[in-house]
Structures are given as structure tokens and as C-alpha cells.
């Protein structure tokens, strides 16, 4: 008698269920996750910003279904018109175009699911701007004094102080000559001779200094001692003089026969012009007269005189500034031979 075969047992295994995540706790599993926010290590610390500067951060975050997710500043509602918020699936982020002093304070994110939330906090602060303006005041010996005034946008935040510092035109490098200083004005010492010097101030408050800073638009050059001269102011001297002879002509006698010469000098200024004349009568260019005159001294050379060129010569000076004269008596004899006995 043959056996009948045995039927095949079929075991059922049990449904693999997923195991849900540690942050699900108790939500619907597998379609909600509990929200969480990343929020990334510089937003964890004050967040600094310059007034003027564009602000772009982003919070990343988890949670299933999307979650919604809200946004307060200081405990309000965000101004739309000035912060642009941005929310996806896995972040939002928050953008300014240009940051204002207004804007800073504490934001709080919200993300929730269902109802389910987190929340975390950041803390933004915006630097103050630069003074409005610096001036160069005054420059004297080694020192020059600025003066300045309050920055527009101080960071929402009283100013404690100003940093100054100068640098030299020939390096453009910049050093730091005041630090915490208190007033609008200050006095900048122990320039260098020689050197010139351009200017800038930065603005401080609680947060920090100002990224940017106001130059002096003048430039402070220190002159070097004695290097400009100023000669003194002399009156001209007026050299015009009337002719003055400052030696007179002499009575001569000569003979017959024998060249002479008639000597005086004179000065003046402008030189003055010569003349001779002979018996109040002007010589002018007689062959027989040779008339010089040279630095001052005037001469008149009478050729081989006879007995007709005996007289009164006279030695006439002119100028603009006036005329002079002086005048001699000329003899001219005759030589006469000795004659001696036993001479026939």
C-alpha cells in the first residue's frame, strides 16, 4: 500500500516594519518628524554687520511634513518692506539689502510641526558708519589739529570713542596715533619735518570700530626751517649824479715847437660827454687837438704848439643831471739861443 505525500507547510513571516527615527517621539510614524533648527556656529554668537552692508543668512532646519515656519524680531513681526524672508523644504533665510542701524536686534525662527515646534535666537548688531565729515583745521610748527563730526548711523548704539590715524604721503601706509579718543577734535604731534600727512577717523561703540572711515581731504605739510628765503627789501640807490671834476687843470707854459698835454679828471653818472674848448670857442676836430677820454681822466694833446695857441682852455662836462667846467691858462713861448761871445 503506497503512502499518500505530505502536504507542503508554508510558514508566514512577519511584516519588516522600519524602525522610526530618535526625534520622532510621538508623531505618526512614518510621515511626521519632529522639527529641528541647525543653527550654524557664527549666527550662535553676536552676529556683526556694517551699516550699509547687505545681510543674506541661512537657517537650515529638519522636519516632516513641511513645517511653517514664522519669524519675530524684539518680540514683533518682521517689517516685509525692508527684510525679505525665503522658506523651502529644508531652510529659510532672512535678506537685507542694505542694513541699517534699525536693524539691529534679536530674531527668533520658529519651525513648526503640527504641534511640534523649535526655536532658537540670534543676536545681530550693525557697526556704526564713519564720522560725516573731518577737517584739517590748523597746521603749525610739528602739529596739525583735525576736527570732526558725529557719524549718520551710529549702530543703534552710543559712540564711546574714535580712533585717529595718519600716514605719510610718500609711504601711504597708515598708524594708529589715538585710540578711545572721546572728543571731536584732537591735536596730532611730533610730525616730520619735510613729510606730508593725510588723515582718517574711525568710529567705535559698544560693538566694535567702523569697517570704513572719513580722510581728510586737505593734506598737512610740514615745512622744512629756513628753506624758504626772504630776502630784505632795499630801496634802489639812486646813482644819478651831476659831472664834478675832482682834479682841475693847471696853468701850463710850453714851448714853441714841443707837444703838450692838458690833464684833469671827472666823475658823474650818467658818464658825461667831453668838450674843449679854446677861448670860449669849441675846438671840435682840428687835426692839431687830439682829444681822449678814458675811465674819468680827460686829456687834451696840442701837436707841436706856435705862439697863436696860447689861451684860456676850458674842459666842459654834460650830463642828464647837469654840466661842469674848469678851465687853464696855456703859455707858449719862444726858445731863444744864447749868443755867446766870438760868435760872429
Avoid at 208 to 223: D, F, L, M, P, R
Avoid at 254 to 275: D, F, M, N, W
Wanted: aromatic content about 8%; overall charge positive.
Amino acid at each position: 500500500m503506497v503512502a499518500a505525500p505530505a502536504e507542503a507547510v508554508v510558514v508566514e513571516e512577519p511584516p519588516v516594519v522600519p524602525t522610526p527615527p530618535p526625534s520622532a517621539g510621538n508623531l505618526p510614524f512614518p510621515f511626521c518628524y519632529r522639527p529641528k533648527i541647525r543653527m550654524p556656529r557664527i549666527l550662535r554668537s553676536c552676529c556683526v554687520k556694517q551699516v550699509g552692508e547687505q545681510i543674506n543668512l541661512v537657517i537650515p532646519f529638519l522636519g516632516k511634513p513641511k513645517p511653517v515656519v514664522s519669524w519675530l524680531k524684539d518680540g514683533q513681526s518682521l517689517d516685509t518692506k525692508r527684510v525679505n524672508i525665503r522658506t523651502s523644504n529644508t531652510d529659510s533665510i532672512i535678506f537685507i539689502r542694505t542694513a541699517q542701524r534699525d536693524d539691529s536686534g534679536v530674531y527668533e525662527i520658529t519651525v513648526k510641526v503640527d504641534s511640534f515646534e523649535d526655536k532658537a535666537t540670534f543676536t545681530l548688531q550693525i557697526l556704526p558708519g564713519p564720522p560725516a565729515s573731518v577737517k584739517l583745521v590748523d597746521i603749525w610748527g610739528f602739529n596739525a589739529a583735525l576736527e570732526w563730526t558725529l557719524p549718520k548711523d551710529n549702530g543703534n548704539t552710543s559712540i564711546t570713542g574714535y580712533t585717529v590715524q595718519k600716514a605719510d604721503r610718500k609711504t601711504g601706509e597708515w598708524f594708529t596715533v589715538l585710540e578711545h579718543h572721546h572728543r571731536l577734535t584732537a591735536t596730532i604731534s611730533d610730525l616730520v619735518m619735510g613729510n606730508s600727512y593725510s588723515f582718517r577717523v574711525f568710529a567705535e561703540n559698544q560693538v566694535g570700530i567702523s569697517k570704513t572711515s572719513t580722510v581728510t581731504k586737505e593734506v598737512a605739510t610740514i615745512h622744512k626751517r629756513g628753506i624758504v628765503y626772504k630776502p630784505p627789501e632795499y630801496q634802489e640807490h639812486d646813482f644819478s649824479e651831476a659831472p664834478k671834476f675832482t682834479t682841475p687843470l693847471n696853468d701850463r707854459a710850453a714851448t714853441v715847437g714841443y707837444t703838450t698835454k692838458l690833464l684833469c679828471s671827472v666823475r658823474g653818472c650818467p658818464k658825461p660827454k667831453i668838450e674843449w674848448l679854446k677861448n670860449q670857442m669849441i675846438i671840435g676836430d682840428d687835426p692839431k687837438f687830439r682829444q681822449i677820454s678814458s675811465q674819468g681822466i680827460c686829456s687834451l694833446e696840442i701837436r707841436k704848439p706856435c705862439s697863436f695857441d696860447g689861451g684860456v682852455y676850458t674842459c666842459r662836462a654834460k650830463n642828464a643831471q647837469g654840466e661842469a667846467t674848469v678851465s687853464c691858462k696855456l703859455e707858449v713861448k719862444r726858445m731863444y739861443h744864447q749868443i755867446t761871445r766870438g760868435q760872429s
